[in-house]
Structure formats: structure tokens, C-alpha cells
């Protein structure tokens, strides 16, 4: 999550119950790590179940539980109201991913494979194309918020985080969350950082560390100005209860 200082103090006003449910959804990769070594412990016995166990709950259970929270509980806004009902899931379905940017070499062990990284981003809800190839470093925040096309290639250590605090047209920072979208035969170069809202349209190769701000197109080598009242508009006002 970004560290904006706005974002801070949002977290900081919020009632004590709402404090409590974040503080147990960070809890989620200490709750996943100790379940497996329980469960290994369990099956010590069993090496080969013990395995399937473990595989299991690293990479099946999380995409799984996250795609079944946002169908029951979608996020339909773009602006995020902090505290909202939206917000939790969103941080809830962050913490699934988390053990994951903890220890990157996880997710480097499914790139080994050909096309395995790609089909395991699917079940969280990615839309992947075909062929698309995933450079070593790269690191993937808000996996269910992709959307790919076909004979993609990221460079080595770029960053996708389809989550981020900008300003609205009062100057107000707000939570705003939204799709990465990257066309087809596009080239992403070498730790490059994509954040909210991102489209790159096909038969796009891009520089070595671009970044962009929220909301931009880049569209024959050219980045088109953000449309800063989409960034910013809030499709609804108060928050949800939870």
C-alpha cells in the first residue's frame, strides 16, 4: 500500500473496530505460514501429501478465497473511500497476495515453468494473454487487476501496482484502485513502475525505467495526458458498512 502521509492519517481516524479487522487481515501470511507448518508437522509421516498440503495452501487457497470474497463482495468503484466496506475487501484480498511479495522466490519458482505464471494469475482473476513472458524481479501488487493481451514482455524488476493515493481536482489525496491495461505485442522495459489505471496500447516497447501517473495512456510511443476528472470521480458519496 502506498505510505502517502494522507493515506496515514485516513487509517489513523478510523474507529477501533475498523483498526481491529485491518490489524487481523495483516494477519493472514503469519495465519498461511503457520497452517502449513502445523499441517507439515501433521503429516511428517506422509511426505507426498504433506507436499500437496503445503502447494495447496500457498498457491491454490489465496487466488481462490480472493476471487470468492470479490464475488460475493465486488468493488465497483474506482475511488475508494478509506474504512469503506470496498476498502476491506481490496485489503483483505491484498494481504492474500502479501506472503508473496515477502518472499518473492515463490512466485520465481512458478516462472521456471512455461506458461504456469500465466495460468496461476488467471485464478486470481488476471485476464492473461497468450505468450506472455515475465522477466525475473518482477513484482505484482493487486494481481486480480491485470489485463493483458497476448506476446506481452516485462523486463527484468518492473512493478505492476494497480492500487495508489493521487489527488483529486480539490488537491485531496484519495485511494484510487483500478485495471493495468497492456495491449498486445508490447514490450515493458526493465524496472519500469505501472500504477493505477495504466494503458499501453499495443505494438508499444517502452523504455527502461518509465514511470507514469495514474491514468496514463501510452499510445505510439507518446503518453497521452490523464484524464484527471475519470482519475478522481467518485461514483458515490459516504461509505459502506460493513
Given at each position: 500500500?502506498?505510505?502517502?502521509?494522507?493515506?496515514?492519517v485516513?487509517?489513523?481516524?478510523l474507529p477501533a473496530?475498523?483498526?481491529?479487522?485491518?490489524l487481523?487481515?495483516?494477519?493472514?501470511p503469519l495465519?498461511?505460514?503457520?497452517?502449513?507448518?502445523?499441517?507439515c508437522?501433521?503429516?511428517?509421516?506422509s511426505?507426498?501429501a504433506?507436499?500437496?498440503?503445503?502447494l495447496g495452501?500457498?498457491?491454490?487457497?489465496p487466488p481462490?478465497?480472493?476471487r470468492?470474497?470479490?464475488?460475493?463482495l465486488?468493488?465497483?468503484?474506482?475511488?475508494?473511500?478509506?474504512?469503506?466496506r470496498?476498502?476491506?475487501?481490496?485489503?483483505?484480498t491484498?494481504n492474500?497476495?502479501?506472503?508473496?511479495?515477502?518472499?518473492?522466490?515463490?512466485?520465481?519458482?512458478?516462472?521456471i515453468?512455461?506458461?504456469?505464471?500465466?495460468?496461476?494469475?488467471?485464478?486470481?482473476g488476471a485476464?492473461?494473454?497468450?505468450?506472455?513472458?515475465?522477466a525475473?524481479g518482477?513484482?505484482i501488487?493487486?494481481?486480480p487487476?491485470?489485463e493483458?493481451?497476448?506476446h506481452?514482455v516485462?523486463?527484468a524488476?518492473?512493478?505492476?501496482?494497480?492500487?495508489?493515493?493521487?489527488p483529486?481536482?480539490?488537491g485531496?489525496?484519495?485511494?484510487?484502485?483500478?485495471?493495468?491495461t497492456?495491449?498486445?505485442?508490447?514490450?515493458i522495459?526493465?524496472?519500469?513502475?505501472?500504477?493505477a489505471?495504466?494503458e499501453?496500447?499495443?505494438?508499444?516497447c517502452t523504455r527502461?525505467?518509465?514511470?507514469?501517473?495514474p491514468?496514463?495512456?501510452?499510445v505510439?510511443?507518446?503518453?497521452?495526458k490523464?484524464l484527471?476528472?475519470?482519475?478522481?470521480?467518485?461514483?458515490?458519496?459516504?461509505?459502506?458498512?460493513?
Amino acid at each position: 500500500m502506498s505510505t502517502d502521509s494522507s493515506g496515514t492519517v485516513a487509517l489513523k481516524s478510523l474507529p477501533a473496530l475498523k483498526k481491529l479487522l485491518l490489524l487481523l487481515c495483516n494477519m493472514i501470511p503469519l495465519a498461511q505460514v503457520a497452517a502449513i507448518g502445523g499441517l507439515c508437522w501433521l503429516l511428517r509421516e506422509s511426505p507426498w501429501a504433506a507436499l500437496v498440503v503445503v502447494l495447496g495452501i500457498l498457491y491454490v487457497f489465496p487466488p481462490l478465497a480472493s476471487r470468492g470474497v470479490t464475488a460475493v463482495l465486488p468493488i465497483r468503484r474506482t475511488v475508494v473511500p478509506i474504512g469503506s466496506r470496498e476498502f476491506f475487501v481490496w485489503w483483505f484480498t491484498l494481504n492474500l497476495q502479501m506472503l508473496f511479495c515477502r518472499f518473492p522466490f515463490l512466485e520465481e519458482l512458478l516462472r521456471i515453468i512455461p506458461a504456469c505464471y500465466s495460468f496461476w494469475l488467471r485464478l486470481w482473476g488476471a485476464k492473461i494473454g497468450k505468450l506472455t513472458y515475465w522477466a525475473a524481479g518482477t513484482i505484482i501488487l493487486d494481481r486480480p487487476w491485470l489485463e493483458i493481451g497476448d506476446h506481452v514482455v516485462f523486463g527484468a524488476g518492473v512493478r505492476l501496482n494497480a492500487h495508489v493515493f493521487t489527488p483529486d481536482r480539490q488537491g485531496e489525496m484519495v485511494f484510487v484502485l483500478a485495471p493495468i491495461t497492456i495491449g498486445d505485442r508490447v514490450t515493458i522495459g526493465g524496472y519500469s513502475l505501472l500504477v493505477a489505471g495504466t494503458e499501453i496500447a499495443s505494438d508499444q516497447c517502452t523504455r527502461a525505467f518509465l514511470i507514469l501517473p495514474p491514468f496514463s495512456r501510452l499510445v505510439d510511443g507518446r503518453r497521452v495526458k490523464p484524464l484527471r476528472e475519470r482519475v478522481v470521480e467518485d461514483e458515490g458519496n459516504g461509505e459502506h458498512g460493513l
